[in-house]
């Protein structure tokens, strides 16, 4: 409750003067508080300023990486929808499908015994 009640006794002093337009500074005001004030004031706009910066430069970093990581998952993409072109071709022989339930299998056996080894 006391930095209100300091919040309005400054508003006060601050505004104690003001008349239709035209400043009168009243006796209890001071300067040097203004001073103070001020430069407290700057530096926090400094401090916020270099923060928004910083933030700029995160967001440009993240931008390029998130552009680098597209690119690479365009050409995964077609690589990969390339192999799926050819296991269509190798499923619809006959042949194709024998050789690939045989390589199927081969890898179940493989895993299987590779699990109860381990």
Not at 8 to 33: K, M, T
Not at 41 to 47: A, C, G, T, Y
Not at 83 to 94: G, H, N, Y
Not at 95 to 114: H, Q
Request: proline share 1%; net charge positive; aromatic share 8%.
């Amino acid at each position: 409750m006391n930095s209100r009640r300091d919040y309005r006794s400054n508003r006060v002093a601050l505004f104690d003067g003001i008349e239709e337009g035209r400043i009168h500074a009243s006796p209890s005001y001071n300067f040097h508080e203004n001073d103070r004030s001020l430069d407290g004031l700057h530096d926090r706009v400094n401090i916020l300023k270099r923060l928004t910066g910083d933030i700029h430069e995160e967001v440009e970093k993240h931008n390029s990486v998130l552009d680098r990581m597209g690119n690479a998952m365009d050409a995964s993409r077609g690589i990969l929808s390339g192999t799926m072109d050819r296991f269509k071709i190798v499923f619809e022989r006959k042949s194709g499908r024998k050789m690939a339930t045989l390589i199927a299998t081969f890898v179940i056996v493989f895993l299987l015994v590779y699990y109860l080894t381990k």
